[in-house]
């Protein structure tokens, strides 16, 4: 395996993230059609320490939330022909409300912000998501939310001499 340049991530990946994945591949499979869950997860702004989780531009798994953020380390990397396009789709979180909170306080960042709150916190925030997420129940009590992403595309030369 290529050194790891972000170990962090790469501990994530092997450690609980990964885990919680592995134990969770369907669900996550469901999940990803509508790509993340920031917006369930600002609600609980009230009760956990979120501080700038969700905010375009700072390292982590929002860094490239920009359209102009992509775009610059693209160009600096060498890609032409950058285009960057909005994607929306729904995910399935889960089946009723209760049960999609427990997965995503049960994801990294959820484990994360309800690890750093007090024992009242914890259970505010997970009723305060559980009633966000009964919003976004479908009669069969499937809770399915609408994401965004970006839809991103770019040429690289063939060669350094080939780069503006």
Same mark, same amino acid.
């Given at each position: ?15 609980? $993230? ?11 499979? =469901? %999940? !990803? $059609?509508?790509? !993340?869950? %920031? ?11 979120? &501080? ?10 929002? +860094?490239?939330? =920009? ?19 909005? =994607? ?5 979180? &889960?089946? &009723?409300?209760?049960?999609? =909170? ?5 994801? &990294?960042?959820?484990?994360? *912000? ?14 305060? *998501?559980? %009633? ?10 499937? %809770?399915?939310?609408?994401?965004? +992403? ?15």
């Amino acid at each position: 395996m290529p050194d790891i340049v972000n170990t962090e991530q790469g501990q994530a990946w092997n450690g609980p $993230e990964g885990a919680h994945w592995a134990r969770n591949q369907d669900r996550w499979n =469901a %999940v !990803n $059609e509508g790509f !993340n869950w %920031v917006m369930a997860m600002a609600a609980l702004r009230d009760f956990l320490p979120v &501080g700038d989780f969700g905010r375009p531009g700072l390292p982590g798994m929002f +860094s490239l939330a =920009a359209p102009d953020r992509i775009r610059d380390v693209l160009t600096a990397a060498g890609f032409t022909g950058i285009t960057v396009n909005q =994607a929306q789709a729904y995910g399935t979180w &889960g089946h &009723g409300a209760e049960d999609g =909170a427990e997965f995503l306080l049960g994801t &990294g960042p959820g484990r994360h *912000l309800m690890e750093q709150a007090d024992p009242t916190a914890r259970a505010l925030a997970r009723r305060t *998501l559980t %009633v966000h997420l009964r919003d976004h129940e479908a009669t069969d009590g499937t %809770v399915r939310l609408r994401s965004t +992403s970006w839809l991103v595309t770019a040429d690289r030369p063939a060669n350094a001499s080939d780069r503006p």
